[in-house]
């Protein structure tokens, strides 16, 4: 199985700045099948960008992602209140689909 | 709107059995697969495995095989995943997800989620 690793394990920033989260996969995603989600504080994850690089209906363009391969990440431009949340990445090439074990976004 | 719905929180003794529910609806339920994942604080978000209502196809993950029962039942939109003897370990939050099969397996959207504790 397909073992993603995600970096930093919290990431601590102030509104305004960049976010740069990191993915990276224990062997190579075939097509860069990748998937970035949002999750806030008792609720359902929220999906964000599939394909490594496209958006989901209704995500701001200030969430972009980029990667192949192995390694993989998640930018948020300016960062706005409502982005500190918890985000996970998760590959869907190989089953059993794996996550990663989340980066923790908070507010410095 | 694109929704699932999922059954309420649920409290059981290790040895009981259950099963949760996970209805969709805004869209043709039988042509989208459905997965399930656990949620834990110490092994986080996992996949337990998939159902396509229109033929029940169900493929799990290894790590779920024989331990969970997924099915649906496509004249109520509804999916389920179910356990006939639970165990302390099966505390958890699932979810159930929507996802489009084979090269697109993102899910979107999820669930609410249902809250399973299992404590003597």
């Known amino acids: 199985e397909i073992v993603l690793t995600q970096s930093p394990g919290t990431l601590s920033l102030s509104p305004g700045e960049r976010a740069t989260l990191s993915c990276r996969a224990s062997q190579s995603i075939s097509s860069s099948y990748l998937a970035w989600y949002q999750q806030k504080l008792g609720q359902a994850p929220r999906l964000l960008m599939y394909g490594a690089s496209t958006r989901a209906t209704g995500i701001p363009d200030r969430f972009s992602g980029s990667g192949s391969g192995t390694d993989f990440t998640l930018t948020i431009s300016r960062l706005e209140p409502e982005d500190f949340a918890v985000y996970f990445c998760q590959q869907y090439g190989s089953s059993p689909y794996t996550f990663g074990q989340g980066t923790k976004l908070e507010i410095k | 709107e694109v929704q699932l719905v999922q059954s309420g929180a649920e409290v059981k003794k290790p040895g009981e059995s259950l099963k949760i529910s996970c209805q969709g609806s805004?869209?043709?339920?039988?042509?989208?697969?459905i997965a399930w994942v656990r949620q834990t604080p110490g092994k986080g978000l996992e996949w337990m495995g998939v159902i396509y209502p229109d033929d029940s196809d169900t493929r799990y993950s290894p790590s779920f095989q024989g331990q969970v029962t997924i099915s649906a039942d496509e004249s109520l939109n509804t999916a389920y995943l179910q356990w006939s003897s639970l165990k302390a370990s099966d505390t958890a939050m699932y979810y159930c997800?929507?996802?489009?099969?084979?090269?697109?397996?993102?899910?979107?959207?999820w669930g609410q989620g249902t809250l399973v504790t299992v404590s003597s």
């Open positions: 997800a929507r996802e489009r099969g084979h090269g697109k397996r993102w899910f979107d959207p």
């Open positions: 805004g869209y043709k339920f039988a042509n989208y697969w």
